[in-house]
């Protein structure tokens, strides 16, 4: 067998056994879900404990439930018995990682977690094990077979246990009504945060660098305005100073080609009208969606008025590391 042949046969394996593992979902992951909330909203946390590449596997649980707002640590289950116990409080969830469900330091740790009044919540592939009979909901990550050749190395059994995890983590978000706001303050550093954090208000050009004109201005005074303002675009106002077009370097170039008088003409004339726009209050986040779905290059920013404000060029993106 190829190494290619043999990486898609894994593939193969463990996208069985996530198979396999859903079929196996049923309402006591509504339970798991319904005691984490609970235990969340009564200040406590989720306690992860595993020995192994369980154990590795609890890490990224406890990183992802922490990121999506769910207050989340990971115990070493030996150390516990050893003082680290005391990073247990009453009211806290245990959720706990076995796939036999009879390691010896995870059985070990029962005992003294029994002392406090905290709810066990166990993923492990043998739902009669000792671990899922000391749990008060029991999760079943049971697969097939592992991806090992000799059925040994923990492979689909450990994805099984992670894409458990995923699972308990986005429907306990849902549970609690965890918004894109809420992420972006757990994610303040990167694209991610940048984008959620930020309005539209605060990367908007203004100022000198916001070109706008009356809708009378000629075509040639309009383009001194963009020079000055070192923009490809400007916002045409009506009678009023509200929001009535747009004129951009690309609608210069399309009327120069049929237009002798072009440079004479006002702008009302030449312009594109109801131009895409964007409130100043507005997230960067929905300003990227727009350059993405819309593919224009420049997004005039309005206030409550419909009066342009500002401009955001999708040159500048870049620069401010929001894409």
Known sequence: ???????????????????????????????????????????????????????????????????????????????????????????????ALSYSGESEELLNLLPALKRFSVKIISFTGNLKSSLAKHSDVSLNVKVPKEACPFNLAPTSSTTAMLVMGDALA????????????????????????????????????????????????????????????????????????????????????RHMATNENLLSQPLKKVMTQKPICISENALAVEALKIFNERNIDDLIVVNAKNEPVGLIDSQDLPKLKIV
């Open 1 to 95: 067998m190829s190494h290619l042949a043999k990486a898609r046969e894994v593939f193969d394996i463990e996208l069985a056994a996530l198979k396999s593992v859903r079929a196996l979902l049923d309402k006591t992951f509504d339970a798991a879900v319904e005691i984490i909330v609970a235990a969340l909203k009564q200040r406590g946390k989720i306690v992860i404990i595993g020995i192994g590449k369980s154990g590795n596997v609890g890490a990224k649980i406890a990183a992802t439930l922490t990121s999506t707002g769910s207050t989340a640590v990971v115990l070493n289950s030996v150390d516990a018995l050893h003082g680290d116990l005391g990073i247990i409080n009453d009211g806290d969830v245990i959720l």
């Open 170 to 253: 986005m429907a306990v978000l849902e549970a609690r009504g965890f918004t894109q706001r809420d992420f972006a303050k757990y994610h303040p550093s990167g694209a991610i945060g940048r984008a959620m954090l930020l309005r539209v208000g605060d990367i908007m050009r203004s100022g000198d660098r916001n070109a706008i004109a009356r809708e009378n201005l000629s075509v040639k005074e309009a383009l001194l305005v963009m020079t000055r303002a070192k923009s490809g675009s400007l916002a045409v106002l009506d009678v009023r100073g509200k929001l009535a077009g747009i004129f951009t370097d690309g609608d210069f170039r």
